[in-house]
């Protein structure tokens, strides 16, 4: 992002909305089998690292969470440069169904990728060099835009399969966080630049702008805020987590109104069989801090704006350890 004056971005994992939805369907339906087809990637893409080969380990189901930095419905465009948005956060959302575990791996928006970019009719023009949160701009604010932004992301890994793939935009986020009565953040440094209220030491209840200030603002004159911004965000969903399944179990309607509501203000592939599959295995799984991840690599000043570059070596050690097996 262009250096300037301070600008809002935001944040949460849409898995999150998939798991209040689910519960009312499984009510109903029985396990059912998810994503059949896998919308990138390849599942037998090996890796070599230092010398030892690895093969995928396929027991792994891997979502892109998008947050689009939009307040407008999905499809449709702002009134300031007809933009349908930008991914502003990108998360890898990873569900290891042997191990019960919930892996989220972020994906600061500034990495360096090549765009596919398409012209206002749709049509191809090309690639070139730019930020990740650009490619959900090349293309419809619904399907197309989460499909490039996935496969970029499934490029980034190794060409690891994605799933699927759940996109929320600005709207979603006040109602879902005061949907589950707000949620109570410790402050472990000092955030008073966001609200004077963000004291180091404090405890606070988020809701509304105390929200929007907590995850959302940062200062583009800061060299690396977006980057910087990732370890708040990350607090935030594990106390998000916590709190949505308080509130659903105390308040078993909850979900059918939240999936009503906000049908319009997010974009997914995941069916409703497929989220209820997704929500019993999630509810079981471990989910701490430590299985939170942040892609590995440098953040920079390009020409222009700022970059962020992969560490190869760094991810691909990363890579061996959460998604590869060894060849015998």
Not at 124 to 133: A, D, V
Not at 215 to 229: H, L, N, P, Q
Request: hydrophobic share 40%; glycine share 6%; aromatic share 10%.
């Amino acid at each position: 992002m262009k250096k300037g004056k301070k600008r809002w971005v935001f944040v949460l994992p849409a898995f999150l909305v998939c798991a209040l939805g689910a519960l009312f369907f499984y009510w109903k339906m029985g396990e059912a089998n998810l994503c059949s087809e896998v919308i990138a990637g390849d599942a037998q893409k090996s890796l070599t690292y230092r010398g030892r080969n690895y093969e995928y380990d396929d027991r792994y189901i891997n979502i892109v969470c998008m947050g689009i930095d939009k307040e407008e419905q999905m499809a449709v465009r702002n009134d300031v440069g007809n933009s349908i948005g930008q991914a502003d956060a990108i998360f890898l959302l990873s569900i290891d169904l042997k191990k019960k575990d919930i892996r989220v791996i972020a994906i600061p928006r500034d990495t360096m990728v090549p765009l596919q970019m398409f012209d206002a009719e749709g049509r191809y023009t090309g690639s070139r060099q730019g930020q990740l949160t650009l490619q959900y701009a090349f293309g419809d604010g619904q399907e197309k835009s989460a499909k490039l932004t996935s496969s970029q992301v499934s490029y980034l890994l190794n060409e690891i399969p994605i799933h699927a793939y759940a996109a929320i935009n600005v709207h979603s986020l006040w109602m879902l966080n005061d949907a589950v009565g707000g949620v109570d953040m410790y402050m472990d440094e000092d955030y008073t630049a966001c609200n004077p209220a963000f004291v180091k030491g404090e405890s606070v209840h988020l809701t509304g702008n105390l929200l929007e200030n907590y995850i959302r603002e940062r200062d583009t004159e800061v060299a690396g805020s977006a980057f910087t911004r990732i370890d708040r965000l990350k607090k935030y969903m594990l106390a998000f987590f916590e709190q949505a399944k308080i509130a659903v179990k105390e308040d078993m309607m909850l979900p059918i109104q939240l999936m009503d509501e906000l049908s319009k203000d997010m974009e997914t592939d995941l069916t409703a069989e497929e989220v209820t599959y997704l929500v019993t295995k999630a509810m079981s799984c471990n989910f701490s801090e430590e299985s939170m991840y942040t892609l590995p690599g440098e953040q920079v000043m390009g020409e222009r704006y700022e970059e962020y570059h992969i560490d190869e070596d760094a991810l691909a050690a990363m890579l061996a350890e959460l998604f590869y097996k060894a060849e015998p």
